[in-house]
């Protein structure tokens, strides 16, 4: 085996069948573009990936995955141990990630509020299972800038005087889509023709749902799965074994995480900019020097993680016209996936050429900042007008 490559785990492509895109994976290579750093999401991480599309999963899919003699993918039964659901990971060995230079450490989420008070009501409503042996829970739901939620996660953890014995930490990670995490990509390895072999993962398909596995005994494991309802992740530590995470994995199967539950953030509000002036003002252009009137601005008011209890602005949406030209100009400390696609970096790193290349095939491209010791991100959408109004708005900022 030459080298192992990285795929995203849940892929953008519709399709059901798993052996298709293994095939079309053999003929065409593509980058995964996030690396996380602590809890943080980092534009522009270049990833080497292997050109692996996995369909999008649905739990009752009308149209079950069908199986070859030589897809990845095994099927499970009622016999199947802990231990098969592991079957063909952690035989690969360690990987290197590049991140490129100028990167920008972003957090993933606007603001983060704490639930770990609720989990006797949530055990109680069955919600979540009763683990006594895990005498600690945290739980956390985390909010893009505009409310909506990003993921919440509850980490089961277990300590002993005895060292580290006892040991355990067990995690579910849900969201309503994939994130941006390193922890969201698995890994294949391939042999000297290109072909992916299942030694870094295992993949189980279950009432037509595709379950990636990836770990080995005294190491970490994860088990990934994704719904109609959400993305989901169980994963263990060093010290769990197999049986632990699958008996969490086997719970959730049978008792779905409502993700709607956590939809609705806490101490968030909107309000006018005239409220905020100086939100966000030096990742905003100066639009009225330009001979724009704004239809409209909206402050998204939140919990910033580097601000501890303060409410400050997280989000921001103003739209602009002016004769024949419409933009919708948008800056939050969150994003979500599809906001990444277009990143330019910073202003001052666009040129219109760079710029005009990437408006090409859409209406919209993004801007990074790291002002004021906060970082933040801007997406321009050009709604009506040529893409040289965009190039103009850039340029007064980089002057």
């Known amino acids: 085996m030459t080298k192992t490559e990285a795929f995203r785990l849940i892929g953008e ?89 100028g990167s920008i450490v972003m957090p993933p989420y606007a603001h983060a509020e704490s639930l770990s008070d609720e989990r006797a009501a949530l055990e109680a409503e069955g919600v979540l299972p009763s683990m006594p042996d895990h005498h600690d829970l945290s739980i956390q739901a985390e909010y893009n800038g505009d409310g909506s939620l990003y ?103 049978e008792h779905p995480l409502d993700l709607s539950m956590f939809a609705k953030p806490q101490n968030m509000r909107f309000s006018d900019r005239s409220a905020y002036p100086d939100a966000f003002r030096k990742m905003i252009p100066d639009f009225s020097s330009l001979g724009y009137t704004a239809e409209s601005e909206l402050v998204n008011l939140g919990r910033h993680y580097a601000y501890g209890n303060e409410t400050v602005p997280v989000w921001f949406e103003g739209v602009y016209v002016r004769s024949g030209v419409r933009i919708r100009w948008t800056v939050s400390v969150g994003a979500d996936k599809d906001d990444w696609d277009a990143c330019l970096g910073r202003p001052r790193e666009v040129t219109e050429e760079k710029l005009t290349a990437a408006m090409n095939d859409r209406n919209r491209v993004n801007l990074f900042f790291d002002v004021s010791d906060l970082a933040a991100m801007a997406t321009v959408c050009l709604e009506e007008g040529e893409v040289q109004a965009v190039w103009e708005l850039i340029r007064s900022m980089q002057e």
């Not at 005087?161 to 922890?183: F, N, V």
């Open 13 to 101: 492509i519709d399709g059901k069948y798993v052996e298709a895109a293994r095939r079309a994976g053999a003929r065409e290579k593509k980058a995964a573009p996030w690396k996380t750093v602590v809890s943080a999401a980092a534009c522009l991480c270049l990833i080497t990936a292997a050109a692996f599309a996995v369909p999008k999963m649905m739990k009752h899919a009308a149209d079950p995955i069908p199986l070859s003699d030589d897809s990845i993918a095994q099927e499970w039964s009622a016999s199947m141990k802990a231990e098969d659901y592991f079957r063909h990971s952690g035989k690969g060995g360690d990987d290197e990630m590049a991140m490129s230079d």
């Open 151 to 253: 993921k919440v996660w509850f980490m089961w953890m277990r300590r002993s005087e005895h060292g580290t014995e006892g040991y355990s930490d067990l995690k579910l990670t849900a969201a309503p889509q994939e994130l941006h995490e390193i922890s969201d990509t698995v890994y294949i390895l391939t042999d000297e023709n290109g072909r992916e072999t299942p030694d870094d993962v295992t993949a189980t398909v279950r009432d037509g749902v595709l379950i990636l596995a990836q770990g080995r005994e005294n190491g970490a494991k994860t088990m990934t799965w994704q719904t109609e309802e959400g993305w989901y992740q169980i994963s263990g530590s060093w010290n769990d074994r197999f049986e632990d995470v699958v008996a969490l994995f086997e719970w959730f199967w």
